[in-house]
Nanobody, 121 residues
Framework: QVRMVESGGGLVQAGGSLRLSCAASEPTTYAVGWFRQAPGKARRFVAAITWSGDSTLYSDSVKGRFTISRENAKNTVYLQMNSLKPEDTSVYYC????????????????WGQGTQVTVSS
C-alpha cells in the first residue's frame, strides 16, 4: 500500500503563508486530497487534485487563498496556503486513492500521519 507523508506545517502569524507537502512512497496515478481537523471537530475537506493535475477542487473556506498542485516526477502534492487565518489552525492530512470520489468523500485508502498548522492572531 502506498504510504503518504506530510511535511511543512508550523506556526505562522495571521496573513502569512505556508506550503505543505505530501510525498508518496512510490509513483502512483492516484488522486490526492487534503483534509484538516481542528481539536474537537470533525475532519473536513480542504482541496483535491486529479493525477493529471488537470482538475482541482476546493472547499469554499479556502478557495482563493489555497492552491493545490502536484509534481508527479517527485511523487509529491503541495498545498500552498496564503492569507492564513486563525481558523485555519488544524492538523492537515493528505489522502490518496485511485478514485477521486473516494478522496472527496474522505474514504481514500492511503492517509498520512498529519502535520500541525497553527495560525496566531
Amino acid at each position: 500500500q502506498v504510504r503518504m507523508v506530510e511535511s511543512g506545517g508550523g506556526l505562522v502569524q495571521a496573513g502569512g503563508s505556508l506550503r505543505l507537502s505530501c510525498a508518496a512512497s512510490e509513483p502512483t496515478t492516484y488522486a490526492v486530497g487534503w483534509f484538516r481537523q481542528a481539536p474537537g471537530k470533525a475532519r473536513r475537506f480542504v482541496a483535491a487534485i486529479t493525477w493529471s493535475g488537470d482538475s482541482t477542487l476546493y472547499s469554499d473556506s479556502v478557495k482563493g487563498r489555497f492552491t493545490i498542485s502536484r509534481e508527479n516526477a517527485k511523487n509529491t502534492v503541495y498545498l500552498q496556503m496564503n492569507s492564513l487565518k486563525p481558523e485555519d489552525t488544524s492538523v492537515y492530512y493528505c489522502v490518496a486513492d485511485p478514485r477521486l470520489s473516494a478522496v472527496l468523500a474522505g474514504t481514500g485508502r492511503s492517509w498520512g500521519q498529519g502535520t500541525q498548522v497553527t495560525v496566531s492572531s
